[in-house]
C-alpha cells in the first residue's frame, strides 16, 4: 500500500483534554499535511508542514514531523466538542506527486 | 467563490450502467483529483491533472476515465458501473503542486 499510517484508529477523550494522533510514512516527502473530516462532509485543510520543518502550531494545533522516523503527530490541545471529526495525514512525496492519504483516526470529545 | 461543487450528491445505478460525476472549481486552480473513500480505508487516488489536456492515474483508475477540457471542469466518468465502485467519491483542486487542497462535499454513489 502506498497509504501512510494514522494511530489510534479511534481516540475518546473529555472535553479540556488533549488529544494526539500520529501518523507514519514510507517513502521520503515533500510536505505532509493533516485534515479533518466531520462526518458526512468533505475533508478541510488544517496545517501543513514541510520537510525541513520540525515543527509548526496553528491555534490550538501543533504538527510536530520527525523525517528520520518517518512519522509525524499532531496534537490538539483544550479539546471541545467541535473537534469531533476523523483526521488524516498526507503527504505530498518527492516530485509532488498528489497527496496520498492515510486511514484517519476517529476523535470523539465528550461533553 | 463557491470553491469545489460536486454533483450530484447521491446517485444510485445499476450495475452496467454509466454515468458522470461533475467536479468544477471556481478558484483558478491547475491541480484537480478525484479520490474514492471507502469504510476503513481513507482515500484512494484515482486520477488526477495537473492542467487542462492534462490527467494521470492514481492508486485505483481502472473502470473510471477522466478528461479535462478546461481549468475549471474534471468530470469523473464510471464506463460500466460494478458493484465495488459503491463509494464516496471526492473531488479537490489546488493551486500549488497539491499543497493545500480544496475539497468537494463528495457524491455517495451506490451500485446495485
Known amino acids: 500500500s502506498q497509504q501512510g499510517e494514522e494511530d489510534p484508529q479511534a481516540l475518546s477523550i473529555q472535553e479540556g483534554e488533549n488529544a494526539t494522533m500520529n501518523c507514519s510514512y514510507k517513502t521520503s516527502i515533500n510536505n505532509l499535511q493533516w485534515y479533518r473530516q466531520n462526518s458526512g462532509r468533505g475533508l478541510v485543510h488544517l496545517i501543513l508542514?514541510?520537510?525541513?520543518?520540525r515543527e509548526k502550531h496553528s491555534g490550538r494545533l501543533r504538527v510536530t514531523l520527525d523525517t528520520s522516523k518517518k512519522s509525524s503527530s499532531l496534537l490538539i490541545t483544550a479539546s471541545r466538542a467541535a473537534d469531533t471529526a476523523s483526521y488524516f495525514c498526507a503527504q505530498v512525496r518527492r516530485g509532488n506527486t498528489p497527496l496520498v492519504f492515510g486511514k484517519g483516526t476517529r476523535l470523539s470529545v465528550i461533553a | 467563490n463557491a470553491g469545489v461543487t460536486q454533483t450530484p450528491k447521491f446517485q444510485v445505478l445499476k450495475t452496467g450502467q454509466s454515468m458522470t460525476l461533475q467536479c468544477a472549481q471556481d478558484?483558478?486552480?491547475?491541480?484537480m483529483s478525484w479520490y474514492r473513500q471507502d469504510p476503513g480505508m481513507g482515500l484512494r487516488l484515482i486520477h488526477y491533472?495537473?492542467?487542462?489536456?492534462?490527467?494521470d492515474q492514481g492508486e485505483v483508475p481502472n473502470g473510471y476515465n477522466v478528461s479535462r477540457s478546461t481549468t475549471e471542469d474534471f468530470p469523473l466518468r464510471l464506463l460500466s458501473a460494478a458493484p465495488s465502485q459503491t463509494s464516496v467519491y471526492f473531488c479537490?483542486?489546488?493551486?500549488?503542486?497539491?499543497?493545500?487542497?480544496?475539497f468537494g462535499p463528495g457524491t455517495r454513489l451506490t451500485v446495485t
Open positions: 478558484m483558478n486552480h491547475e491541480y
Open positions: 491533472s495537473v492542467g487542462a489536456g492534462i490527467t
Open positions: 479537490a483542486s489546488t493551486s500549488t503542486r497539491f499543497y493545500e487542497q480544496y
Open positions: 508542514i514541510r520537510s525541513n520543518e
